[in-house]
């Protein structure tokens, strides 16, 4: 009889309230919240846009407020929408020559009209996915066109810095210094030279005294010293002249040829994109060294990095602001300051909304010359001796150069059109550019080819091989990353023949580089794994009968490998494989090993470890015997190489599992089971008497048989083969360190069969029964039987 519960009646008036008997209970709305963190990395960012958006407004020759909208839009839009969280975006000193001459020739209100027609280029190239494509450009074009427009910034705020007006070109500029020197306003220069040496001195404090002083953005210490001096002392000096909010321009459409406004439109994407997109780039470097950070934030989405980018460039533009691009100086000062989240980087945009509100008297006091002297500094801080030495070593100054030079005197545009074209012949060049040369040494006659081996190569190549008188021992080698497939087919033809008249060929390359190599013969499909007998298959040197290492006979015809094919080997290794591994072989030697597993396998010629459980240089400390063997403690008759191993493994290196390892056709277990007592004790009897044991276990009726899945062992060696493992698991128990490691809980035991017919991989597992490899999740306990 069950409990009567009472009911209230249904209130029409309410409404009905339906919940799903499994349904999940409603989520909380979730609360913005801010981090301390975000918060004082915002004010750090915000310390330094200030005073460097107020001095690129200036550099461009646009309404001062220009430069505030920018930078407020770009840490609010492209803070919000961009795929970095942690770049802040503004208006960017790479822009500053691209705007300086849209003004100029367009007027501003047109100027914000084609930024905000960039801003929709970009929002159609970010819905396309082209984002990667921008980080194509040659790394020498970017930092070109960056070090000429900081060229460019610095030889014109010179003039302001002197107390002059700057001229429309870098040439007129430069022509006109020095008459600007000898009009130069000593107030002007005065708070220049005090802010540029605040500027760099103030980074440079010693002492802990320095280092606390230091957390104060140098930007902003430079112009508030300036303006400070200037105001205290009386200096009568151009200074910032904010007009009122009311009568701020917003964009317009700009007039002139099609062409013209779309090569404007075009040159602002291009810069904007490409100095967004490697700011990100940067960014996701800067963050990889707080491994905390990076788990938290990730990786930069690029394309929607370019969308949000597009997005602050449409609202700046139609604002009134200046274009918005990603900056480094900002982002790296907000990586730096703690940020852990895209909050800091809005939060810093809403500060600068703030400043140009409330501010605005304390802004008019400073003097234009100490923006100009700080927008210069970033202007030389633009052309890097760092980039220069890097593309240098890359020989690719000639692109830097050009790409500079076009720049400065005949405009972004031009000057990135002339660095891509230069580039591209450079590179055609270097892929056309090919030396082959053929000498004759003790007989042997080498061919040497340098530099990539295409088409346009074959027939010099071809003259050279021809010179090889029939039956010669040759060698060729080459020095190159690139072979197309006519010369292959060259070269592969040649040694056919050569090779069909009698004569050696060997193809060779130098260490550190890895380059196609034709077959030994045209029907020869060789890989990596491929057993050196199938190299050499038409080799008639090496037919005959031989004996395996297994102990049955091997198949009269069947090629013996030799010491020539181990040095052919070596010398593979040394073409293809050293160059791939080689970084993280010197990381090993300077480290030293650190393996997680014990892996002690078979000496049987067929199991490759490395292969079967896909591991590289530093992972699997190995020891192979007859037999995947562990003697008991104590047994070992004067060999404790096993133990040994062991004890070091566990003890010394701390590996976190053993895992023993047994095989199908094993031959120790075949001689197990073929062994008669008696007889003359050779070391193989004496060292297989450990796997008495094994044959015991497998024997006795009361003990549980290990199996396949799905299948009983094949027959009695298959059977023992199991056992084996199994058994050895025991005898690893035994052994003292293991048995610590164990009662620790700092060692895991495994046990695995690995089927060479099938290439399949099992692991043992609880009740004696074999998982196969293949089928075991990632989350599985693999474990060793009970």
């Not at 459409?253 to 100095?275: D, H, I, K, R, Y």
């Not at 048989?705 to 298959?718: N, Q, S, W």
């Amino acid at each position: 009889m069950s409990a009567c519960v009472p009911t209230r009646a249904a209130d029409p008036t309410r409404p009905a309230h339906t919940h799903q008997p499994h349904s999940p209970p409603p989520t909380p709305p979730r609360r913005f919240r801010i981090e301390s963190a975000d918060l004082s990395a915002a004010i750090a960012v915000f310390l330094i846009a200030l005073p460097l958006s107020l001095g690129i407004a200036l550099a461009t020759g646009a309404p001062l407020q220009a430069g505030l909208v920018a930078a407020a839009v770009g840490g609010l839009v492209a803070g919000r929408v961009g795929g970095s969280a942690l770049q802040v975006s503004g208006p960017a000193a790479g822009l500053t020559v691209v705007t300086a001459e849209l003004i100029q020739h367009y007027g501003w209100r047109a100027t914000c009209g084609i930024t905000v027609l960039a801003g929709i280029t970009q929002l159609g190239l970010g819905c396309l996915r082209v984002a990667r494509t921008a980080l194509a450009v040659s790394p020498a074009i970017v930092h070109g066109m960056l070090a000429g427009i900081g060229i460019t910034i610095a030889v014109a705020q010179l003039h302001i810095v002197l107390g002059g007006v700057p001229q429309s070109s870098v040439l007129d500029n430069l022509v006109g210094l020095p008459d600007q020197v000898a009009r130069m306003q000593p107030a002007a220069v005065s708070m220049s030279v005090l802010t540029l040496v605040l500027l760099f001195a103030w980074p440079r404090l010693p002492g802990r005294t320095g280092r606390l002083l230091r957390k104060v953005p140098a930007a902003l210490v430079a112009v508030a010293g300036a303006t400070a001096t200037a105001s205290l002392a009386g200096l009568t000096l151009p200074r910032v002249d904010l007009p009122s909010w009311s009568s701020h321009a917003l964009a317009g459409l700009p007039e002139g040829p099609v062409l013209g406004v779309a090569a404007a439109v075009l040159t602002v994407t291009l810069v904007c994109s490409v100095q967004s997109l490697l700011g990100a780039v940067a960014v996701d470097k800067l963050v990889s060294a707080r491994p905390e950070l990076q788990a938290r934030v990730g990786r930069s989405a690029l394309d929607r990095e370019l969308l949000g980018q597009g997005a602050a460039n449409v609202v700046s533009g139609a604002l009134g602001g200046l274009p918005v691009a990603g900056v480094a100086v900002r982002s790296s000062a907000n990586v730096q300051a703690g940020a852990v989240s895209r909050n800091s980087t809005m939060l810093h945009g809403v500060f600068v909304v703030v400043a140009a509100l409330l501010m605005v008297p304390i802004l008019e006091l400073i003097p234009l010359a100490s923006l100009a002297a700080l927008v210069m500094a970033v202007g030389i801080q633009m052309v890097s001796l760092h980039h220069i030495r890097t593309v240098t070593r890359h020989r690719e100054v000639l692109v830097y150069a050009v790409t500079t030079l076009g720049v400065v005197f005949l405009g972004v545009l031009e000057g990135v059109a002339l660095g891509v074209a230069v580039a591209v012949g450079v590179a055609l060049h270097r892929l056309t550019r090919t030396r082959i040369t053929h000498e004759e040494k003790g007989g042997v006659h080498h061919v040497r080819v340098r530099g990539q081996l295409t088409f346009l190569a074959v027939p010099r190549l071809s003259r050279a091989l021809h010179l090889i008188p029939r039956g010669a021992d040759t060698v060729v080698e080459l020095d190159g990353s690139f072979m197309d497939h006519a010369a292959y087919e060259s070269l592969q033809d040649w040694q056919s023949g050569h090779s069909a008249q009698g004569g050696t060929v060997e193809i060779t390359g130098r260490a550190g580089t890895r380059i196609a190599e034709p077959a030994d013969s045209a029907h020869c499909r060789c890989r990596p794994w491929t057993p050196w007998r199938n190299h050499h298959c038409k080799d008639p040197s090496a037919m005959g009968p031989t004996s395996r290492s297994d102990g049955g006979d091997q198949e009269a015809g069947e090629p013996r490998p030799s010491g020539h094919q181990l040095a052919r080997g070596i010398s593979a290794f040394q073409r293809n494989t050293a160059p791939l591994v080689r970084e993280e072989l010197a990381r090993l030697a300077r480290e030293g090993q650190r393996p997680s597993q014990l892996f002690l396998t078979c000496a049987d010629s067929r199991l490759v470890t490395s292969m079967i459980t896909s591991s590289g240089p530093g992972d699997l400390f190995v020891v192979r015997n007859v037999g995947n063997l562990v003697p008991l403690p104590g047994e070992e008759s004067g060999d404790d190489s096993v133990a040994a191993a062991i004890e070091y493994a566990v003890d010394v290196l701390k590996v976190r599992s053993i895992t023993v390892c047994g095989h199908s056709g094993c031959g120790a277990m075949q001689a197990l089971l073929a062994s008669e007592p008696g007889g003359a004790l050779t070391p193989l009897k004496r060292w297989l008497r450990h796997g008495r044991p094994s044959v015991e276990r497998m024997t006795d009726a009361d003990r549980p048989k290990p199996r396949l899945t799905g299948r009983e062992p094949a027959d009695t060696v298959e059977q023992l083969c199991l056992t084996n493992v199994v058994q050895q698991l025991e005898h690893l128990r035994a052994h003292d360190s293991v048995a610590r490691a164990l009662r620790e809980g700092a060692l895991e035991l495994h046990g695995m069969y690995f089927h060479v017919g099938e290439a399949q991989a099992y692991l043992l597992a609880d009740g004696l029964e074999a998982e196969v490899f293949g089928h075991v999740g990632a989350a599985d306990d693999l474990r060793h039987p009970a």
